[in-house]
């Protein structure tokens, strides 16, 4: 499909999603004839309501197994390369976002929030979600330092 029609089809697939009262992503429509998208893309494109069926994403799974384990094949094995990694966010001090955090009942202070949870055994994310919540985690209360 040129660029064009490719944006002629997201538009319309919009339109029946409306049509159809889909919201979110447990159902998906589906071509009740599929051989249209290689042999008559404008028919493809330009379809009326009558060749679309509302599935549910497991049984468009089942209808079209191929193209679903191709995309799961293909990731499968996949090695990063050192360039890949560099650019992925770490976690604790590492990450340019992280803010430093006090406990204020120990008056310790904490690189970041994931340091602090590392710190008493918790889950990488208690610290940071007590601290947006203003509730304690573990028994304990932090804040984050303002860096000036």
């Known amino acids: 499909m040129t660029k064009e029609q490719e944006s002629?089809?997201?538009?319309?697939?919009?339109i029946?999603?409306?049509?159809?009262?889909?919201?979110g992503y447990k159902y998906v429509l589906h071509h009740k004839n599929p051989d249209w998208k290689e042999n008559d893309v404008e028919?493809?494109?330009?379809?009326?309501?009558?060749?679309?069926?509302v599935l549910t994403r497991a049984e468009?799974?089942?209808r079209h197994p191929e193209t679903y384990n191709k995309s799961?094949?293909?990731?499968?094995?996949?090695?990063?390369?050192?360039?890949?990694?560099?650019?992925?966010?770490?976690?604790?001090?590492?990450?340019?976002n992280s803010k430093k955090v006090k406990c204020l009942e120990t008056g310790q202070i904490f690189d970041s929030a994931v340091e602090?949870?590392?710190?008493?055994?918790?889950?990488?994310?208690c610290v940071a979600h007590a601290i947006?919540?203003?509730y304690k985690s573990h028994g304990y209360t932090f804040i984050h330092l303002e860096e000036k």
């Open 8 to 14: 002629i089809s997201r538009k319309n697939w919009k």
């Open 16 to 23: 029946a999603r409306l049509h159809f009262g889909l919201k």
């Open 43 to 53: 028919r493809y494109i330009q379809w009326n309501f009558d060749d679309l069926e």
């Open 60 to 62: 468009h799974i089942k």
């Open 72 to 96: 799961v094949e293909s990731r499968k094995g996949k090695h990063l390369t050192e360039e890949h990694k560099a650019k992925i966010v770490r976690y604790g001090s590492e990450n340019g």
């Open 116 to 125: 602090a949870s590392k710190w008493f055994g918790a889950k990488t994310n």
């Open 132 to 134: 947006m919540r203003g």
